[in-house]
């Protein structure tokens, strides 16, 4: 199974962008790449998700590098309540597994 | 529209003790998910459901954990005898057909403490 690297824990202040990397080196061509969140207390929620082109879409922007070997999920400003822990999951075709890792804490200063 | 919903929210048992886990997954949708959560952790794939087969469990410890979803919509997780290292939050989770490129919408999680 292929896996996801992510710094253990990250800064922002509100209301400035947010820019959570991921490197994923061992990706194939088939894996798709997803981003969830999960606040305090509560199962992960779905960010976004993509396979090879940009994304975006009400709560953020994914990145994707040309290669596929890394991406990066953008929140444009940053609120309070986007303080969460945020995964960046490899999902498989063949197996259709979700694979988390210890995902990012994001931390937000008012 | 509800989510999916967990009950109970909480639960403490004793060691050795039975304790079961229910689910209602979001109306529609075909494919269940049951995970584990330890503390500081991400979650972490025990079984998948495909309306009422198990197609995924090779992550499931069968000696003391067992599954099921009759009728391909609510499911049950039981653990017996728990012990001390079950303690966890467990999260269901159910999407509509499963797809790798598709959105899994997750419970709020029961979290289990065993004594």
């Known amino acids: 199974d292929a896996k996801t690297t992510q710094p253990n824990s990250m800064e922002s202040n509100e209301e400035e962008p947010v820019h959570l990397p991921c490197n994923h080196s061992?990706?194939?061509?088939?894996?798709?790449i997803h981003w969830y969140r999960q606040l305090p207390s509560q199962g992960p929620e779905y960010v976004i998700h993509?396979?090879?082109s940009n994304v975006n879409n009400r709560m953020a922007s994914l990145a994707i590098a040309e290669d596929r070997k890394s991406s990066t999920l953008i929140l444009h400003r940053a609120t309070l309540r986007d303080a969460a822990v945020y995964y960046c999951i490899l999902r498989d075709v063949g197996t259709y597994k979700y694979i988390f890792g210890t995902g990012t804490r994001l931390k937000v200063l008012a | 529209e509800a989510g999916v919903v967990q009950s109970p929210r909480y639960k403490i048992i004793e060691k050795k003790q039975p304790v079961a886990f229910w689910c209602n997954p979001i109306?529609?949708?075909?494919?269940l998910y049951w995970y584990r959560q330890n503390l500081g952790q991400g979650p972490e794939l025990l079984i998948r459901y495909e309306n009422e087969e198990a197609v995924d469990d090779s992550q499931l410890p069968k000696d003391r954990f067992s599954a099921e979803r009759l009728k391909g919509v609510d499911s049950t997780l039981k653990i017996q005898p728990a012990e001390l290292g079950d303690s966890a939050v467990y999260l269901c989770a159910s999407s509509f057909s499963g797809g790798a490129g598709e959105e899994q919408f997750f419970g709020p999680g029961t979290r289990l403490t065993v004594l």
């Open positions: 109306s529609g949708h075909n494919t």
């Open positions: 061992t990706i194939s061509g088939t894996d798709y």
């Open positions: 993509g396979l090879t």
